[in-house]
């Protein structure tokens, strides 16, 4: 087997210089001013070891990789009734797309598109003011991340607000089936913030842990999640953590993963690895053009794929 660190440094070492980049995201303006020459990437293995290359310790938006951390918490405070309001089946369409919510009566595909975590978050209202449920979802990724520095960045969550019509018309849409209970500007206003939390490489790989630990956080040994709910949460990103990329991500990786558009992937290696990798370029279905390069290469030379270990 070769030596991860050397894998590590030379995937860094050639994206450094790759010209092909992809486009950062501009509907999120805040996104837009992201220095597209970023590059990080971090991997926790099963021993509690951390490996680094490039800028893995800095913070950048998680965006949409916050909606397998809110699904986890949903699972946990309501369980399996969850998948009652929202499905587990690929989309086969863009990340914010409204066109099958009308078909299917307001149940969302899957929890990790734009509309099934509208649905996921409003789970987490429950009970709870939004404050509140932002002060949930922002202490879980803390302790998560065995890091307090982790941090909401108030001017993406702004940013987001302002322009998150078609977020809004998707609650509006799924409000009218039944299937978001709080108010709308409860709901998007939580979910601007999940996706406004910053986190570095470093951060998100050691967060991801628990999922490559049967449910168990590779570095506290904190059972995070059972089993069996590791397993179910690794197969959905399997199946839809690159939205209709999911299918050429599994081909091209073979590993779950989770994407967001601030150029952010997560990725679990179950029973051995969790990976962060950050390039904010976006290949055309929204996710990290570099980043998804760069896990395919590490899963390339570390043998790494589910389907061929
Ligand atoms: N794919 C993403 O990361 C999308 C998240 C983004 N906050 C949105 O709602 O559009």
């Known amino acids: 087997m070769p030596n991860l660190q050397s894998v590590l440094d030379e995937i860094a070492h050639d994206m450094a210089s790759a010209s092909e980049r992809g486009a950062v995201a501009r509907y999120i303006p805040e996104l837009a001013k992201v220095d597209p020459a970023r590059f990080g990437l971090a991997v926790l293995t099963e021993d509690g070891t951390l490996h680094t290359a490039g800028d ?10 916050s909606k397998v951390f809110t699904l986890t918490l949903a699972l946990g405070q309501v369980g399996d009734i969850l998948w009652n309001r929202v499905g587990r089946e690929p989309s086969g369409n863009p990340f914010n797309s409204i066109v099958q919510l009308e078909y299917e009566h307001g149940i969302p595909r899957n929890p990790l598109i734009n509309a099934g975590a509208l649905v996921v978050t409003d789970v987490l209202l429950s009970g709870y003011k939004p404050r509140e ?6 202490s879980f990724m803390r302790g998560l991340a065995d890091d307090d520095s982790v941090f909401i960045d108030e001017k993406v969550a702004r940013s987001e607000e302002e322009t998150g019509f078609g977020n809004r018309a998707l609650a509006n849409y799924m409000k ?4 978001i209970r709080h108010a709308v500007e409860w709901t998007t206003g939580v979910y601007f913030h999940q996706c406004a939390i910053a986190m570095s490489c470093r951060q998100l790989a050691v967060a991801a842990s628990f999922l490559a630990g049967e449910g168990k956080h590779l570095l506290t040994g904190n059972r995070i999640v059972s089993r069996e709910r ?3 949460i ?11 990329g999911s299918g050429d991500f599994a081909f091209r990786v073979g590993i779950p993963g989770k994407s967001g558009v601030g150029g952010g992937i997560m990725a679990v290696v179950p029973g051995k690895a969790s990976i962060a990798v950050w390039s904010p370029g976006l290949n055309k279905v ?8 760069a896990l395919e290469r590490l899963a390339k030379a570390m043998d790494w794929s589910i389907f061929a270990p």
């Not at 009218?176 to 299937?179: E, L, P």
């Not at 690794?234 to 209709?244: E, F, K, Q, R, S």
């Open 56 to 65: 893995a310790d800095e913070p950048f938006s998680i965006q949409s990789v």
């Open 133 to 138: 449920a932002i002060g949930l979802i922002l």
């Open 176 to 179: 009218a089936f039944g299937n």
């Open 230 to 232: 590791a397993r179910r």
């Open 234 to 244: 690794n197969a959905v990103m399997l199946t839809c953590g690159h939205y209709d």
């Open 286 to 293: 929204g996710n990290s053009l570099l980043g998804s390069l």
